[in-house]
């Protein structure tokens, strides 16, 4: 069982800057996915960044080159770093977290992250971007 509890939500204006922290406790796993979504009011919940074994990451089409996703050395960590923020980036952000099955290779790790539905998530923090 993974529990994960975010926070650094806030208020911003465009162009700022805001850093998510997402706490995560439970059993350390060598292999793992962990990702931060989002979800605006009346849209669907969509993926903005994701993180796996070996530190791969992959980003949204829309946050590429402004969001920046990590951990701590422990793992037990993970931030997303904010930058350049737009109005369209207001949303309800989740941090989410999932382990891969052992039928998936290492090797498939980064593709079964980006299209797996997460199996652990947390109750989110809101980021609001003004204009």
């Known amino acids: 069982q993974v529990q994960l509890v975010e926070s650094g939500g806030g208020s911003v204006q465009a162009g700022g800057s805001l850093r998510l922290s997402c706490a995560a406790s439970?059993?350390?796993?060598?292999?793992?996915?962990m990702g931060w979504f989002r979800q605006a009011p009346g849209k669907e919940r969509e993926g903005v960044a994701r993180?796996?074994?070996?530190?791969?990451?992959r980003y949204a089409d829309s946050v590429k080159g402004r969001f920046t996703i990590s951990q701590d050395n422990a793992k037990t960590t993970l931030y997303l770093q904010m930058n350049s923020l737009k109005p369209e980036d207001t949303a309800m952000y989740y941090c989410?977290?999932?382990?891969?099955?052992?039928?998936?290779?290492?090797?498939?790790?980064?593709?079964?992250?980006?299209?797996?539905?997460?199996?652990?998530w947390g109750q989110g923090a809101q980021v609001t971007v003004s204009s």
């Open positions: 989410a977290a999932d382990l891969p099955p052992s039928y998936i290779s290492d090797f498939e790790i980064p593709n079964y992250c980006w299209s797996t539905q997460y199996k652990y």
């Open positions: 993180i796996s074994t070996f530190g791969y990451t």
């Open positions: 439970g059993t350390t796993y060598r292999r793992y996915c």
